[in-house]
């Protein structure tokens, strides 16, 4: 990360777009500022299916959450988390299971102010929050562990965050997340392929003074799974995962939920 990276990551600006609000604006949202939905239509306009890419990537979040506490998670680690939004990880997880704790981590101070509105779980379980930046992967660890117990499985999300970081470096960064965690965690994680669409919305985003976001070739996805267990059905277009809507809408977002043995 660069200097000016680091600058703009510590401070709300209003003048520059920031990927939290876009997101948001994208989901329909309220929280973000008119350089925001200038950037949000500019990359819809290149690449319409974006708001359908953010739309998937929440119901994909939830359908995989509601199959981790299923299999009896109870610990999430939720890296990258965005604005609040209705079923935030912790609703989801402790409306199934009220004692599960969740841990979510964000860099952007817009998301820090919002962060009280994540911090209202129930009484059984917990829920913390953590501003750092995500490839401090040892700085995370160590703070989620004063709100969840690493000697019990945990699931780490990362949903339509790993293009803020270059492909090499987050296979690296998540496989470090990993082996903090211990056997019967689960990774899971979404992101956009690489397509000639989707490469016009990367140069679409690219084009404010924001960090930029960097689709991925599938390999690029799935070798940050290396080592885990794909569970059904495996590495596929998060439509396909596990739908519960006879029509979800195809997207370029492929996602996983991966065991580590
Ligand atoms: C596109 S949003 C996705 C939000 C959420 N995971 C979802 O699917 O709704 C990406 C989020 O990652 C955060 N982010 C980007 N780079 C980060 C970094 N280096 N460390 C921590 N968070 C980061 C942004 O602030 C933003 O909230």
């Known amino acids: 990360m660069s200097a000016d990276d680091d600058e703009f990551r510590r401070s709300i600006r209003s003048d520059v777009p920031h990927s939290a609000r876009v997101w948001n604006a994208w989901l329909g949202g309220k929280d973000h500022y008119p350089v925001d939905r200038e950037l949000a239509e500019a990359v819809s306009a290149a690449y319409p299916q974006m708001a359908d890419i953010a739309r998937a990537s929440r119901a994909f979040q939830i359908r995989a959450i509601r199959h981790l506490?299923?299999?009896g998670v109870r610990q999430f680690l939720d890296v990258g988390t965005g604005l609040p939004v209705a079923n935030s990880t912790h609703e989801v997880a402790q409306s199934i299971a009220p004692e599960s704790r969740v841990v979510?981590?964000?860099n952007d101070p817009i998301v820090l102010a919002h962060a009280e509105a994540l911090l209202t779980g129930a009484p059984e379980g917990r829920t913390d929050y953590v501003d750092a930046d995500l490839s401090a992967t040892d700085v995370v660890v160590d703070e989620a562990?004063?709100?969840?117990d690493l000697s019990e499985p945990v699931a780490v999300l990362l949903l339509s965050t790993l293009g803020h970081l270059?492909?090499?470096e987050g296979i690296e960064v998540v496989q470090r997340y990993l082996a903090r965690m211990p056997s019967g965690s689960h990774l899971v994680l979404?992101?956009?392929v690489k397509t000639p669409q989707t490469l016009a919305a990367q140069e679409a985003y690219a084009?404010?003074?924001n960090p930029?976001?960097?689709?991925?070739?599938p390999a690029e996805i799935t070798?940050?799974?290396?080592?885990?267990e794909l569970v059904e059905p495996g590495f596929v277009p998060i439509d396909r995962w596990r739908p519960e809507e006879e029509d979800a809408v195809p997207v370029d977002q492929w996602g996983l939920v991966a065991r580590k043995p």
Do not use: I
Request: hydrophobic residues 35%.
């Open 207 to 209: 084009s404010g003074d």
């Open 145 to 148: 562990a004063k709100t969840l």
């Open 190 to 192: 979404c992101d956009t």
């Open 104 to 106: 979510y981590v964000d």
């Open 212 to 217: 930029p976001y960097f689709v991925r070739e």
């Open 166 to 168: 270059v492909p090499a």
């Open 69 to 71: 506490v299923s299999v």
């Open 223 to 228: 070798g940050c799974a290396e080592g885990l």
